[in-house]
């Protein structure tokens, strides 16, 4: 279909909506115009309110939701159609005698003009006759559309030298044309309340238009309007006045009652809107698939037979985009371009248009299961059951391929016991930058890892880049943070290295340490992880036979194989190198990344225990793990403490004089 699009001038092709956003391409970031062209579309506005409701059935970021509720832009409002008056003094053929505004807020008593977009039917009529809306329409389309409706701006326009009828004030009212409203969005054309809506209050003061009130705020203020901050914006709180049948009612009450009266009238309609426009397919690029459409004088559009699927890219030796709207595809040979109608067999074209590579993106994964389309193998594999990417393609490959999984769904593709989505659960990364900015040639701040994986390992590497910052935000790239990488991986290489007899103590520490960290790494909170696999270590190190602080006792201390068995095993997703040779050196089979995760036992991974110390004339000589409850229990706690080997080498032979005895915390002999 004919429509106006987005053009960059630079990658001379059409974008989607989608790629042109804040008014720039997505690839070469160049300011991007309008342009009318004949292209091929999918139509997913017919899945706009699918893909609306289907948001609140996945679990993505709420921020990748809100991106795509925004731009898929639902609003409920009325059509209102209002007769066009023309003056005698204007002489203009087919023009029309009606415009249809669209509106939330049907403040109709306050309605004093109509803007209609430069895309407009009848503002291109008008322009016939009139040169000054000639020269602001040509205008008016060079600007992207982020420029026109930026906030702030000043607001510009031309009069058509048109009037509209306002239904309940039975007054004429001026038709202007204005950049601030979009072709694309709603009809096209919008009424001016300007007493009630900030932007149409600047459009009136410009053109010193009337500012009528009809409602009151809740400050009680109704005072004729003659500075922005009197406005009473959709949204806000406060009641009808200057409105006959309506003064009194609240402003949403008020609303929906003009709306109600409207309809009666038979002048307007309730609809919804949305912003989401047809997805322009369509790209004057070479490399991409050739849209398989035959064109034939005889019968018109047809598609390529299925058995001539798919279409191939033919050789085209300048295939660079001239510019001139056409694709590269036309200067590929007459025996590729010339075929024959699918339908009556006479002569007929090839289209030259590829497909935009986002519709690629939006298809593949459907083949990764299985090439050869087997239903079963698709059924077990998908949907997809993690999906890991950035927030950057929120409403381009991830509503792309929502509605292609749809669309497939519906045409018996694909099985609707798949489910509704394609990506039920969807976590998206942060980005990791260097020296406070984004990593880029041009900023010299590029980091190479070979570098650094020369000097400290792969995976003190990968153990930083998981440690800089929780995995959803990224973090800034510092040289000094692997070092201490490097440190916590030779920890661990000594600490597997010595071990000895299993010690007790270290077992509830195990278990803790298998729940927390599975929960965790569910969660992808891999930084957080890696500071448990830390804490883990310490503990284990604590036992070690060779700490000094052992040493002195003269008692047999030591982290037992399974706990180190445990710590390989955890430790083997953030650093699998080192995992790797530590697990053959433990005597476990080949490989450590084909074991099961370990398991716990939840009575002991529970935080239901305390470490109760026990001292010596002052001095810490052991800690007791008990049960909290067993913790309170001054006569228990002492028999147990009294009990230890440890204690007893320092209370043998020797007179208790006193016990003192904190629950939960502390027990403290004092001997002779």
């Known amino acids: 279909k004919k429509s106006l699009l987005n053009w960059c001038p630079s990658c001379k092709t059409v974008l989607a909506d989608e790629q042109a956003e804040a008014g720039v391409c997505e690839r070469c ?11 091929w579309f999918f139509k997913i506005t017919d899945y706009a309110q699918r893909l609306l409701d289907n948001l609140d059935k996945i679990n993505w970021p709420e921020k990748i939701k809100i991106a795509q509720r925004n731009w898929i832009g639902r609003k409920e409002g009325i059509n209102i159609t209002y007769r066009v008056k023309v003056p005698n003094s204007l002489k203009v053929r087919n023009l029309l005698t009606s415009v249809t505004v669209f509106t939330t807020a049907p403040v109709n008593f306050g309605a004093t003009f109509i803007v209609i977009g430069p895309e407009h039917e009848l503002a291109r009529k008008a322009a016939k006759t009139d040169i000054k809306v000639k020269e602001y329409i040509e205008k008016a389309l060079k600007k992207s559309d982020i420029d026109r409706i930026a906030e702030g701006k000043e607001k510009t326009g031309v009069f ?5 009828i306002n239904h309940v004030t039975k007054k004429e009212i001026p038709i202007y044309v204005t950049d601030f409203v979009l072709g694309h969005v709603g009809t096209g054309a919008v009424q001016g309340c300007p007493g009630h809506d900030k932007r149409d209050f600047e459009f009136a003061k410009k053109f010193k238009l009337p500012i009528p009130r009809v409602i009151v705020g809740k400050d009680g203020d109704d005072s004729p309007i003659e ?48 912003r989401l426009r047809d997805w322009c397919i369509s790209r004057q690029r ?23 699927l798919p279409v191939k890219l033919p050789y085209v030796k300048n295939f660079k985009p001239t510019g001139d709207g056409k694709s ?74 929502r509605f292609v999984w749809m669309a497939l769904q519906d045409w018996g593709y694909l099985d609707k016991s798949l489910g509704e989505e394609p990506f039920p659960f969807l976590y998206g990364h942060g980005l990791i930058i260097k020296d406070g900015a984004k990593m880029s040639k041009s900023k010299g701040n590029i980091v190479n890892p070979d570098e650094y994986i020369d000097k400290y390992g792969a995976d003190a590497l990968r153990l930083y880049l998981m440690f800089i910052g929780p995995y959803d935000q990224g973090g800034d790239f510092r040289d000094t943070g692997m070092k201490g990488m490097k440190r916590f991986l030779n920890r661990v290489w000594k600490l597997v290295n010595k071990p000895i007899s299993e010690v007790k103590e270290v077992h509830r520490l195990r278990h803790k340490t298998i ?10 909170r891999f930084n957080v992880g890696i500071a448990t696999l830390m804490e883990y270590v310490n503990g284990l190190s604590r036992h070690n036979a060779e700490d000094p602080r052992r040493k002195s006792s003269g008692e047999k201390w030591g982290a037992d194989k399974e706990s180190l068995r445990v710590l390989i095993l955890l430790l083997a997703p953030f650093a699998p190198y080192t995992s790797e040779e530590l697990w053959l050196k433990l005597g476990g089979k080949f490989s450590v990344h084909q074991q ?77």
């Open 328 to 401: 590269p595809l036309e200067k590929a040979a007459k025996s590729w371009l010339d075929t024959k109608c699918p339908k009556c067999g006479g002569k007929a074209k090839r289209e030259t248009d590829v497909s935009d590579t986002f519709l690629d993106s939006a298809w593949y994964y459907l083949r990764y299961p299985s090439v050869n389309s087997n239903v079963e193998i698709t059924k077990k594999w998908l949907p997809v059951d993690a999906y890991i990417g950035g927030a950057e393609h929120a409403v381009l490959h991830l509503l792309y391929s």
């Open 29 to 39: 970031k160049t300011v991007t115009e309008k342009k009318e062209t004949f292209q």
């Open 515 to 524: 729940k927390k960290l599975t929960e965790l790494m569910s969660n992808f």
């Open 596 to 672: 099961a995760w370990p398991k716990f036992e939840e009575r002991l991974a529970t935080t239901g225990f305390t470490t109760v110390v026990v001292q010596i004339n002052g001095k810490l000589r052991a800690k007791l793990e008990l049960d909290r409850k067993a913790a309170q229990d001054k006569a228990k706690v002492l028999v147990l403490a009294k009990a230890n080997n440890h204690i007893k080498t320092y209370i043998k032979d020797k007179k208790i004089v006193k016990e003192i005895f904190v629950p939960g915390r502390l027990v403290s002999l004092v001997v002779k």
């Open 286 to 308: 070479y490399w991409g698939p050739p849209i398989p459409m035959i064109e034939c004088k005889k019968c018109g559009w047809q598609p390529v037979d299925e058995k001539d």
């Open 160 to 164: 058509t030298g048109l009037y509209a």
């Open 227 to 274: 500075r922005i901050e009197q406005v009473v914006e959709h949204g806000m709180e406060g009641q009808f006045v200057n409105s006959e049948f309506l003064n009194g009612l609240d402003f949403e009450e008020g609303l929906q009652k003009t709306m109600d009266y409207f309809e009666e009238k038979d002048w307007g309609r309730r609809v919804i809107t949305y």
